[in-house]
Nanobody, 122 residues
């Protein structure tokens, strides 16, 4: 069974940065598309970014383009999300996702992490 474990969340002031990590165990996910989603209280889980297994295809939500950077290290079975210029409305639980196929929305994802809280204060 695959386990995804996120880390790196926390409390940061607006304008600050955080780097999230997602480490996979149980099997190699080097051929999986990896992604990040987030869910704020009372809202649906929304796509943030994803990266193909080669790293050759990267997608971002419009709201994070130019501020967030997704990357992966297949040798370490880890995906990262560098978040810069954080805003209070970026506050949410951030979830790591792994999918055998390209990610299209939050439904049908093969594996989810447990989430890590990111809180941005104004």
């Amino acid at each position: 069974q695959v386990q995804l474990v996120e880390s790196g969340g926390g409390l940061v002031q607006a304008g600050g940065s955080l780097r999230l990590s997602c480490a996979a165990s149980g099997r190699a996910l080097s051929t999986y598309t990896m992604g990040w989603f987030r869910q704020a209280p009372g809202q649906e889980r929304e796509f943030v970014a994803d990266i193909s297994w080669t790293g050759g295809s990267i997608n971002y939500a419009d709201s994070v383009k130019g501020r967030f950077i997704i990357s992966r290290d297949n040798a370490k079975n880890t995906v990262y999300l560098q978040m810069n210029s954080l805003k209070p409305d970026n506050t949410a639980v951030y979830y790591c996702a792994a999918n055998k196929r390209p990610i299209v929305g939050s439904r049908g994802i093969d594996y989810w992490g447990q989430g890590t809280q990111v809180t941005v204060s104004s």
